[in-house]
């Protein structure tokens, strides 16, 4: 630059021979001497303004790493503590930050350890308590037209700035200070940048323009290397601020608008994580989702149908931002047109997880919640289409849980499309479990958990049948529904106690039970029936358990009772392979408690697996438990006749039952049911039989559409290398069992459902297992 | 699915009244062991102690007739209790004494329990059944002064329960008839500012909560049934919720306002939330229809225990909901 003022030339011309007397001089006087002539030019010395600034465009950085160069001086040893502030120190903290913080920076990663090491961080985190960082940013604020930085070096600040506490972490290691690490560091960052807001409101104030361009650039990325949750401290603040103050909500958009494209996305979601309301997030975020498409395609389709780990404040942050101008509602109708669409999708409901559907359907009542009357109208057609279609695949799904949230939000929608009297209503007992999907804002706060309560019942007047024969010719033919009710309830516990009235009658009892309807809707009648289903195919074994498997397979039943069947015999055998205890309670209230639809029942099953392999896994820190006293199981001698029937006639279609066609909610249940049965004949003789007849049956069936039934192939393989004999189990599979492993890989990698990845985990670990101590064990190898 | 909490079981039972138990009333807050006094359908009054459990003592003071209320009441140190021998006994219990000192005449045949309002130091306000089924008298207990007579104007049947509470303007009182009406009466002017009919059979119990300007109503049917008085002192039905079995005879609501317990004729003590009338709990422990129930008024939060008294002649303590 051409102008030479005098204050320019002066100043250079002191600086340089002081600085040389620092460099080379061995005389500590000297330099002392010639640094204090230099302090005359930092801030707060008696220099003019236009000798400062040119000193500190020429001269400071040079000064500076003078300075560090005589870091292992005689001169800088022998200075007093107190001197050594002011002469070394002080240089650093008194003149432009960011030349000085380059400087700290490209020292500390240089210098190796030592004393002149620890000193210079000693510094850094001088020039950090000092505020300096924040003087750093307020001074890039004001330069609006002014000297026109290198790219590069506002890129190098920019750089060092954001990433400070790693590249002094790469050179300290363990030994970096509390100041110098992430979680403090940032946090201090975010209240220089508030701080540098403030200013910047102060001066738009009086007037003066400022420029939020390197305040947002690193804001975003910070965000962009991660640091988002601490840098967004800023957050909370930044939203009260603005509650009260419209020039506040002006600098906050202008700041967001400012952040580079490419890291724009990583500040908004770091941002609607750490605001808490629709109001707050639109007070500090303005209508940025209008002017940016990036922003808007985050919160309006990423945050919404792709991702789906948020928690549902966040989702109702978000819609409730978009709900919130009358700029935005197109926005919102925009994207309830797609959620419609995801929700609706047939594809997406088999193909995506439990947890992504739940989410899709919260965001889709959510909406909808936030719609007004006319809206509702405008949109009423898509609605009906999307609640219909969405409705009908999900009651196809042969998961309980796709089904009920089928029927909750359907009816949810249905209450805001329809006329009080024509709305959809299934009668859906289990709304406890979906209430968060109904409860649009309300927050229940310091409610006392209730007590089980299902012991709470009408007092009867009528007595229970004694006998059993009373009992049955109740149920039989009663029309009097307190006395099959009744009837109902006493039929376990008196089939218990007369074991040979209930011999006698046991087949008969079976036949009456499995053909009972609930004509009084009597609580818990599944539960009831059931158990004693269960009591009878315990008592009386062999042929109770020969007419059920007969019937599976036989005309006009529903399937209902089909799966009904199956419950008894898997309960029944579950129950005959454990020993007996002294008492066995009536455990009738806890086995109310179980929903009654086989989806809980599945649940029942695979803890109870869960326990065994628990059971069987040795832990060394455990001390040894008291053994249980021996005793012969039952089950193991009469397994046979529980499983081999089932597997009689499944390829057999009848004009009312296609196992393999479209019934596969049997087929599901059915595998389940065997692959407990297998797991259950542990240690029996006949296990190998029943494994190998097991995996051929699933073998064929092991890619099938229905992920119920994917997941009862599944879990029956695990149950075979669980309870088959290692030895005979590799002989079986020897043809199989590359393609066998290929396959357990490839479900345990790409099933869409989470329960047929884990199991397919499971079953590769026990194959894995028995491959092994086969492999080690010598004896097999002849 | 979380399985909910098993209801818990009583602490411990108090046996030996000899006789169904009427009412209970807790007297702990003072300095000293805590106490509960039971009034039995054989005339007596229990006095248990808590800390060891048994009865200290035995008060027969109605001739064997059966004692439908208990009270202590603060200020004088005194004990009242009600029989149906159609009088109001007036107990000195000091320094192991157990004499009536006197007694106030009802004239009621009726089961309608009394009410006692201790708001102002010297002035101590008893309500009493009447000899007139469907009235209400009001008198200071000191000077056995009648200062009211809150007779309805229209037919509104027997008088079967009420309860005496001390507002901004002065005591009010809240009584339960036969056809199902809740009335809300000025004492001070002896008349009736509100009359709601909360239900379809006759009002067997109810109990106000002074805080909340709430209180809640039970019935010879299924439902209970809660009202607030609004800012212009009427009578507003609020909330109501559906039992299992039918019949309430009594209704107790802790003094925090965090819940409510019903004794049911089923033999059954339900607890609900006070707020919105949530089931919390049904208790179930009694053989026979429970009575009574009532909350402890100790001054620790955590020892406020529950007892709920029985015509099978048991008293069951329990604590419930008193962890925070």
Request: proline share 4%.
């Amino acid at each position: 630059r051409g102008s030479f003022c005098s204050g320019c030339v002066s100043a250079r011309q002191a600086v340089a021979p002081c600085l040389r007397i620092v460099s080379s001089s061995r005389d500590s006087a000297e330099v002392t001497e010639a640094l204090r002539t230099i302090i005359h030019y930092l801030e707060g010395g008696n220099a003019s303004a236009s000798e400062k600034a040119e000193f500190n465009r020429a001269n400071y950085t040079r000064v500076l790493q003078v300075l560090v160069s005589s870091l292992s001086s005689d001169w800088f040893h022998s200075l007093p503590a107190q001197e050594r502030r002011e002469l070394w120190d002080g240089f650093f903290l008194r003149g432009p930050p960011d030349q000085a913080l380059l400087v700290l920076l490209d020292t500390i990663s240089s210098t190796s350890d030592g004393s002149g090491l620890d000193w210079t961080v000693s510094v850094l985190e001088s020039f950090l308590s000092a505020g300096r960082v924040g003087m750093l940013l307020w001074s890039r604020c004001l330069e609006t037209n002014g000297r026109p930085d290198s790219v590069q070096l506002r890129e190098t600040i920019l750089t060092r700035l954001s990433s400070l506490p790693d590249l002094t972490a790469n050179r300290l290691r363990t030994n970096t200070p509390a100041r110098l690490l992430p979680q403090q560091y940032y946090t201090d960052l975010a209240r220089d940048v508030l701080n540098t807001l403030e200013n910047t409101c102060r001066a738009l104030r009086a007037g003066q323009d400022c420029s939020l361009g390197f305040v947002a650039q690193l804001l975003g990325k910070v965000c962009m290397q991660g640091h988002g949750g601490e840098i967004t401290t800023l957050a909370p603040r930044l939203s009260s601020l603005t509650r009260s103050d419209a020039l506040w909500r002006r600098v906050s958009c202008k700041l967001l608008e400012n952040v580079p494209d490419r890291w724009v996305e990583s500040v908004i979601t770091a941002l609607i994580h750490h605001l808490h309301g629709a109001s707050a997030l639109s007070r500090v975020m303005g209508n940025l989702v209008l002017k940016n498409k990036k922003v808007q395609f985050v919160l309006t389709h990423k945050v919404l149908l792709l991702q789906y780990q948020h928690p549902t404040q966040l989702l109702r942050t978000v819609l409730g931002y978009l709900a919130l101008d009358h700029d935005r509602r197109p926005l919102l109708k925009q994207v309830l047109r797609s959620v419609c669409q995801v929700w609706s999708n047939s594809s997406a409901v088999r193909h995506t997880s439990l947890d992504q559907q739940l989410y899709v359907s919260k965001a889709l009542l959510l909406c909808v919640n936030l719609l007004n009357q006319t809206e509702i109208q405008e949109l009423r057609e898509e609605l009906l289409q999307c609640m219909l279609g969405g409705v009908q695949c999900r009651l196809d799904s042969s998961t309980e849980h796709v089904r009920r949230m089928g029927m909750v939000v359907g009816e949810c929608l249905s209450q805001k499309l329809d006329t009080p009297t024509s709305q959809l209503q299934f009668q859906v007992i289990f709304r406890k479990d979906f209430v968060f999907l109904i409860r649009s804002a309300e927050d229940f706060d310091d409610e006392l958990t209730p007590y089980d309560m299902s012991a709470d019942q009408v007092k009867q007047k009528a007595t229970p049948p004694r006998y059993v024969r009373d009992c049955l010719e109740a149920l039989m033919s009663s029309d009097d529904p307190e006395r099959v009710e009744l009837s109902l309830q006493t039929a376990e516990e008196l089939l218990r106690k007369n074991v040979s009235t209930a011999r006698e009658v046991s087949v008969q009892f079976s036949k009456v039970l499995l053909h009972l309807e609930d004509r009084y809707s009597t609580a818990g009648f599944h539960t009831l029936r059931q158990s004693a289903m269960v009591a009878l195919a315990v008592i009386h074994t062999q042929p109770v358990v020969e007419y059920l498997t007969t019937e599976f397979y036989s005309l006009n039943y529903s399937l209902r009772q089909r799966l009904d069947i199956l419950e008894v015999l898997a309960l029944a055998a579950q129950e005959l392979s454990e020993p007996i205890t002294e008492k066995k309670a009536v455990s009738q209230p806890v086995a109310r408690a179980v929903t009654l639809e086989q989806c809980g029942e599945v649940e029942h099953w695979r803890q109870v697996v869960e326990k065994r392999i628990q059971s069987k896994t040795r832990r060394i820190s455990k001390g040894a438990s008291q053994p249980p006293k021996a005793a012969p199981n039952r089950y193991a001698p009469v397994a046979a006749y529980f499983f081999f029937p089932l597997l009689r006639n499944y390829d057999r279609p009848q004009v009312t039952f296609d196992l393999l066609g479209s019934d596969h909610l049997v087929l599901g249940q059915l595998v389940h049911t065997l692959g407990l049965l297998m797991h259950l004949a542990v240690n029996a003789p006949v296990a190998t039989q029943m494994g190998k007849a097991l995996l051929d049956f699933v073998w064929a069936i092991r890619f099938h559409a229905d992920q119920m039934v994917r997941r009862g192939v599944l879990f029956a393989v695990c149950a075979v290398f669980l309870s088959m004999p290692g030895e005979n189990l590799l002989l079986e599979l020897s043809d199989d069992l590359v393609e066998t492993r290929a396959w357990l890989a490839d479900v345990a990698e790409s099933d869409p459902d989470a329960d047929c990845r884990s199991l397919a985990v499971q079953s590769l670990v026990l194959l894995e297992k028995n491959l092994k101590t086969h492999l080690q064990s010598p004896s097999m190898e002849t | 699915m979380v399985m909910a909490r098993p209801p818990p079981d009583p602490l411990f039972t108090l046996r030996g009244s000899a006789a169904p138990v009427n009412t209970l009333q807790f007297h702990c807050s003072t300095a000293g062991r805590p106490l509960l006094y039971s009034g039995s359908e054989k005339g007596c009054v229990h006095v248990w102690n808590l800390n060891n459990r048994r009865a200290e003592r035995v008060l027969e003071g109605h001739d064997g007739a059966s004692v439908i209320w208990v009270s202590t009441v603060d200020s004088t140190d005194a004990f009242l209790s009600q029989g149906r021998d159609m009088r109001v006994c007036v107990w000195d219990l000091h320094e192991g004494r157990s004499a009536v000192t006197h007694s106030l005449r009802t004239g009621s045949v009726g089961f309608c329990q009394c009410s006692l309002l201790e708001a102002e130091t010297n002035k101590t306000l008893l309500a009493l059944p009447a000899e007139h089924t469907e009235e209400i008298k009001v008198m200071e207990l000191a000077s056995q002064t009648p200062v009211r007579s809150l007779i309805p104007d229209s037919k509104q049947g027997m008088l079967m329960c009420m309860k005496m509470f001390q507002a901004e303007s002065g005591p009010l009182l809240c009584a339960g008839y036969e056809d199902g009406s809740v009335v809300l009466w000025d004492v001070s002017h002896g008349r009736p500012l509100s009359c709601l009919k909360a239900h379809p059979e006759p009002v067997m119990c109810l109990d106000f909560d002074t805080d909340r300007q709430k209180g809640i109503s039970g019935s010879s049917d299924k439902t209970l049934t809660s009202w607030i008085i609004d800012s212009q002192q009427n009578l507003q039905m609020q909330n109501s919720v559906l039992l299992t079995n039918p019949g309430v005879s009594q209704l107790c609501i802790r003094a925090d306002g965090k819940i409510v317990a019903a004794a049911g004729w089923d033999g059954n003590v339900r607890v609900f939330g006070w707020k919105r009338l949530k089931p919390l709990a049904v208790l179930q422990h009694h053989k026979d229809l429970v009575h009574s129930v009532a909350f402890s008024n100790h001054p620790e939060a955590s020892q406020r225990l529950m007892a709920a008294g029985s015509k099978d002649q048991r008293i069951s303590v329990w604590s419930i909901y008193s962890e925070s």
